[in-house]
């Protein structure tokens, strides 16, 4: 044995790194709808207090969403493949079902239409 543990699912990301993704995530999207809703450029009174408001919802939205789709694309992954060695290109196995059904079907055609042909005589 080489001594190496098994890959566990906490192995692919870290909770450091999913709520570090999240926050970028939730402060980029938060930027973009203060400067889009005009936060630093102050025309009005109030209007920046409601562009605040605003980007705070759409960040504190983005963060939450942003875990859940990266906790549920973890999910996806099993964590003993991603060590894996590939050493074929990965739709083989179904690239070859697909032709042998093709081939199954051509022969079924094949053979029904020499029945056809032979009843017919």
């Not at 909770?15 to 999240?22: E, R, W």
């Not at 005009?38 to 875990?67: D, N």
């Not at 099993?78 to 290109?89: E, K, M």
Request: net charge positive; aromatic share 4%.
């Amino acid at each position: 044995m080489s001594g190496q543990r098994p890959t566990r699912r906490r192995d692919l990301m870290k909770p450091a790194q999913l709520l570090g993704l999240a926050v970028i995530a939730a402060l980029f999207a938060g930027v973009v709808t203060l400067v889009s809703m005009g936060f630093f450029q102050s025309r009005f009174p109030g209007e920046s207090q409601h562009a605040l408001i605003v980007g705070l919802i759409v960040a504190g939205v983005t963060f939450i969403v942003t875990i859940l789709v990266i906790a549920l694309l973890l999910l996806v992954v099993q964590p003993d493949q991603v060590t894996h060695t590939i050493d074929r290109p990965v739709l083989v196995a179904r690239d070859e079902a697909v032709a042998k059904e093709k081939a199954a079907r051509d022969a079924a055609a094949t053979r029904s239409a020499d029945d056809d042909r032979g009843a017919g005589h």
